[in-house]
C-alpha cells in the first residue's frame, strides 16, 4: 500500500497533556511517580487508562495477568491486529515517561486516527502490559512473558514482594484480574515506543532511535549466609560477614564486566541486609547482580564467569552463597521488515535518526517471540531514567509518536 501522507501527524499538545495527567496519578516525592505495579496507585492510573481508551471508542479485555488490551476495530474481520503496547507501572522513584510514553502515544495514535477519519484493514489493538518493571514482583516483564509462554500463570501467580504478597493475591485485590486466557490473542505485528532510558540519541543529536537489537540479560539472586556478631566486640579475624563477601563479590562483578567490554555491562541495584542495624554484621545478605549484553557468547561467559567466582570468594570467608536466576531473557534481533518501515518513517518526516541497540528490557523482547516485533525510542534528558528527574521534551516525545502513527497505518493497511 502506499505510504501516509507526509503531513500527518498527531497532537503533540494532548500527548502532553495525557502524560502529565497520568503522571498525578500515584506521584512520587521528587516530581516522578510511585506507581508501582499491583498497588492501589496502579489500579487509579488503570482506570483512568481505560477511561481514555473508551472515550476514544475501542473497548477493553483484560487477561488473567491483568495485562490490558484496547481494540480500535479494523474492516476486516479475519485480519489479525497490530499491536501497541508498553506498560503504566513504575519504578518505586520512577520516572513520569518510562512505559508511559509508549502506552499514550499508543493511545494518541488511536485519537489521531479518529481525528482524521482513517480506517484500516487490521484493527489495531493499544496494550497495557502488568508487572513490566518487576520492581515488586520479580522478574520484569512478568505478564508479556506469560504471554510468550515463557513463565507458566502459576509461576507469575506465586511471585512475592518483599513484604511476601502474591503476585495472584495482590491482582484479585485491586480488581484487575481478567477473564481472558493469558497468550490466547494473536497478533500481525507489535510496536513499543519508549524512551531511550540512556544517553546515545542526545550525544548524537539524534531524534528517533530506530531499534534493531535488545541486548540480553540474567538477574542472578545472591543470599549469602554469615553470623549476626557485634560489629565493636568481635575480633577482625573471628568474623562471618556476608557484607565483606558482598563488598568483594560488587567489586568482582564490575571487573567481569569491564573485561567483557565493547557491548557488555554489570552492576547491582537492589540490596537487603539483615538485621540491618548499624552495629551488627549482617547475618544474611541478598542482592540481584544484573549482567547484561547483545552477544550471547558474552552474555553466557559473564554468567559462567559471575556464578563460578562468587563461591570461592564466600568460602574464604566463610560465609554460604546460594545463587538463583530470577530474570533472563537473550539478546532479540527485532523483525526486519518492521525496522525498515521505522526507518523510512523518520526520513519521510524528516526526523534525525539512527539504529540503536536497547540497553534495557522490555515487553517488546518478549513479543518477538510471537510476533513480527520492533521498538522506536525517544531521547531522554542525560540519559537519565528509574529515576524520579527522568526528562524529555514535549517535541521528542511528538516525533517519536509521530513514526509511531505512520508504522503504524502502514503495517495496518489504510482503506480509502
Given at each position: 500500500?502506499?505510504?501516509?501522507?507526509?503531513?500527518?501527524?498527531i497532537?503533540?499538545?494532548?500527548?502532553?497533556?495525557?502524560?502529565?495527567?497520568?503522571?498525578?496519578?500515584?506521584?512520587?516525592?521528587?516530581?516522578?511517580?510511585?506507581r508501582?505495579?499491583?498497588?492501589?496507585?496502579?489500579?487509579?492510573?488503570?482506570?483512568?487508562?481505560?477511561s481514555?481508551?473508551?472515550?476514544?471508542?475501542?473497548t477493553?479485555?483484560?487477561?488473567?495477568?491483568?495485562?490490558?488490551?484496547?481494540?480500535?476495530?479494523?474492516e476486516?474481520?479475519?485480519?489479525?491486529?497490530?499491536?501497541?503496547?508498553?506498560?503504566?507501572d513504575?519504578?518505586?522513584?520512577?520516572?513520569?515517561?518510562?512505559?508511559?510514553l509508549?502506552?499514550?502515544?499508543?493511545?494518541?495514535?488511536?485519537r489521531?486516527?479518529?481525528?482524521?477519519?482513517?480506517?484500516?484493514?487490521?484493527?489495531?489493538?493499544?496494550?497495557?502490559?502488568?508487572?513490566?518493571?518487576?520492581?515488586?514482583?520479580?522478574?520484569?516483564?512478568?505478564?508479556?512473558?506469560?504471554?510468550?509462554?515463557?513463565?507458566?500463570?502459576?509461576?507469575?501467580?506465586?511471585?512475592?514482594?518483599?513484604?511476601?504478597?502474591?503476585?495472584?493475591?495482590?491482582?484479585?485485590?485491586?480488581g484487575?484480574?481478567?477473564?481472558?486466557?493469558?497468550?490466547?490473542?494473536?497478533?500481525?505485528a507489535y510496536?513499543?515506543?519508549?524512551?531511550?532510558?540512556?544517553?546515545?540519541?542526545?550525544?548524537?543529536?539524534?531524534?528517533?532511535?530506530?531499534?534493531?537489537?535488545?541486548?540480553g540479560?540474567?538477574?542472578?539472586?545472591?543470599?549469602?549466609?554469615?553470623?549476626?556478631?557485634?560489629?565493636?566486640?568481635?575480633?577482625?579475624?573471628?568474623?562471618?560477614?556476608?557484607?565483606?563477601?558482598?563488598?568483594?563479590?560488587?567489586?568482582?562483578?564490575?571487573?567481569?564486566?569491564?573485561?567483557?567490554?565493547p557491548?557488555?555491562?554489570?552492576?547491582?541495584?537492589?540490596?537487603t541486609?539483615?538485621?540491618?542495624?548499624?552495629?551488627v554484621?549482617?547475618?544474611?545478605?541478598?542482592?540481584?547482580?544484573?549482567?547484561?549484553?547483545?552477544?550471547?557468547?558474552?552474555?553466557?561467559?559473564?554468567?559462567?564467569?559471575?556464578?563460578?567466582?562468587?563461591?570461592?570468594?564466600?568460602?574464604?570467608?566463610?560465609?554460604?552463597?546460594?545463587?538463583?536466576?530470577?530474570?533472563?531473557?537473550d539478546?532479540?534481533?527485532?523483525?526486519?521488515?518492521?525496522?525498515?518501515?521505522?526507518?523510512?518513517?523518520?526520513?519521510?518526516?524528516?526526523?534525525?535518526?539512527?539504529?540503536?541497540?536497547?540497553?534495557?528490557?522490555?515487553?517488546?523482547?518478549?513479543?518477538?517471540?510471537?510476533?513480527?516485533?520492533?521498538?522506536i525510542?525517544?531521547?531522554?534528558?542525560?540519559?537519565?531514567?528509574?529515576?524520579?528527574?527522568?526528562?524529555?521534551?514535549?517535541?521528542?516525545a511528538?516525533?517519536?509518536?509521530?513514526v509511531?502513527?505512520?508504522?503504524?497505518?502502514?503495517?495496518?493497511?489504510?482503506?480509502?
Amino acid at each position: 500500500m502506499p505510504a501516509p501522507g507526509e503531513n500527518l501527524r498527531i497532537d503533540s499538545a494532548r500527548l502532553w497533556d495525557s502524560l502529565m495527567a497520568m503522571a498525578q496519578v500515584g506521584p512520587g516525592v521528587a516530581g516522578g511517580n510511585n506507581r508501582q505495579t499491583l498497588t492501589d496507585a496502579d489500579a487509579e492510573g488503570r482506570a483512568l487508562f481505560q477511561s481514555w481508551c473508551e472515550a476514544a471508542g475501542m473497548t477493553m479485555g483484560v487477561d488473567a495477568m491483568g495485562t490490558m488490551f484496547a481494540t480500535r476495530a479494523g474492516e476486516d474481520a479475519d485480519a489479525l491486529p497490530v499491536y501497541i503496547g508498553s506498560h503504566l507501572d513504575t519504578q518505586p522513584t520512577g520516572g513520569k515517561y518510562d512505559g508511559v510514553l509508549g502506552v499514550l502515544g499508543g493511545l494518541e495514535v488511536i485519537r489521531s486516527m479518529n481525528d482524521l477519519g482513517i480506517r484500516t484493514r487490521h484493527p489495531i489493538v493499544l496494550t497495557n502490559w502488568a508487572n513490566e518493571e518487576g520492581a515488586r514482583f520479580a522478574p520484569a516483564m512478568l505478564a508479556s512473558g506469560v504471554f510468550a509462554g515463557v513463565h507458566s500463570l502459576d509461576y507469575a501467580y506465586a511471585r512475592k514482594d518483599l513484604d511476601g504478597k502474591t503476585y495472584g493475591e495482590e491482582l484479585a485485590r485491586i480488581g484487575w484480574k481478567g477473564g481472558e486466557e493469558v497468550g490466547a490473542r494473536k497478533m500481525h505485528a507489535y510496536f513499543e515506543y519508549h524512551i531511550e532510558q540512556g544517553p546515545i540519541l542526545e550525544a548524537a543529536e539524534k531524534t528517533i532511535g530506530v531499534v534493531t537489537h535488545c541486548q540480553g540479560l540474567w538477574w542472578l539472586e545472591f543470599t549469602l549466609t554469615g553470623r549476626e556478631a557485634h560489629t565493636g566486640s568481635t575480633p577482625m579475624d573471628m568474623r562471618v560477614n556476608a557484607g565483606l563477601a558482598m563488598a568483594r563479590i560488587f567489586e568482582m562483578v564490575q571487573e567481569v564486566a569491564i573485561k567483557a567490554q565493547p557491548g557488555a555491562v554489570g552492576g547491582v541495584g537492589q540490596v537487603t541486609f539483615t538485621p540491618n542495624s548499624r552495629n551488627v554484621l549482617p547475618g544474611k545478605v541478598v542482592f540481584t547482580v544484573d549482567i547484561r549484553s547483545p552477544d550471547q557468547a558474552k552474555l553466557d561467559a559473564m554468567r559462567a564467569e559471575v556464578e563460578a567466582r562468587a563461591p570461592e570468594i564466600c568460602a574464604a570467608l566463610g560465609v554460604g552463597c546460594d545463587i538463583e536466576p530470577v530474570g533472563h531473557f537473550d539478546p532479540v534481533t527485532f523483525a526486519p521488515e518492521l525496522v525498515a518501515r521505522v526507518r523510512e518513517a523518520a526520513v519521510r518526516l524528516g526526523y534525525g535518526h539512527m539504529d540503536i541497540i536497547s540497553g534495557a528490557g522490555h515487553d517488546a523482547c518478549w513479543a518477538a517471540r510471537v510476533a513480527p516485533t520492533t521498538m522506536i525510542m525517544c531521547p531522554c534528558v542525560g540519559g537519565l531514567s528509574h529515576n524520579e528527574a527522568e526528562e524529555i521534551s514535549p517535541e521528542w516525545a511528538a516525533a517519536g509518536a509521530d513514526v509511531l502513527l505512520h508504522a503504524v497505518l502502514e503495517t495496518a493497511e489504510v482503506l480509502s
